[in-house]
């Protein structure tokens, strides 16, 4: 059974950080590409940042760029999200997923990816 469990979310004052995790199980982690994504209320669920199965392609939307950094363990089967100088906008809840073969022109399109986890709320607020 394939599984992806993102954890690390909260509530944080502007300006604050916070390090989401993705650990998964049930597939061939190195063959795959980890995305994260996120969706506000009310809103479509728009790409972050992605990393390449090997770990040594990173892609991030500018609305990332600069304050985000994406990492992953292939021995460890788990990626991560450092999210720093967060903002109110980046309020929402933050998904990570899994995709094979994924071409760079789809690489933050949600159909790009076949596996997703529950999602985890991020809140920044004062």
């Excluded at 993102?6 to 509530?11: D, N």
């Excluded at 929402?92 to 999602?119: D, N």
């Amino acid at each position: 059974e394939v599984q992806l469990q993102a954890s690390g979310g909260g509530l944080v004052q502007p300006g604050g950080s916070l390090s989401l995790s993705c650990a998964t199980s049930g597939f061939i982690f190195d063959d795959y590409a980890i995305a994260w994504f996120r969706q506000a209320p009310g809103k479509e669920r728009e790409g972050v940042a992605c990393i390449g199965s090997s770990g040594k392609r990173k892609y991030y939307a500018d609305i990332a760029k600069g304050r985000f950094t994406v990492s992953r363990n292939n021995p460890e089967n788990t990626a991560a999200l450092q999210m720093d100088n967060l903002k109110p906008g980046d309020t929402a809840v933050y998904y990570c997923a899994a995709g094979s073969s994924v071409i760079t022109s789809e690489r933050m399109h949600p159909s790009a990816y076949s596996y997703w986890g529950q999602g985890t709320q991020v809140t920044v607020s004062s």
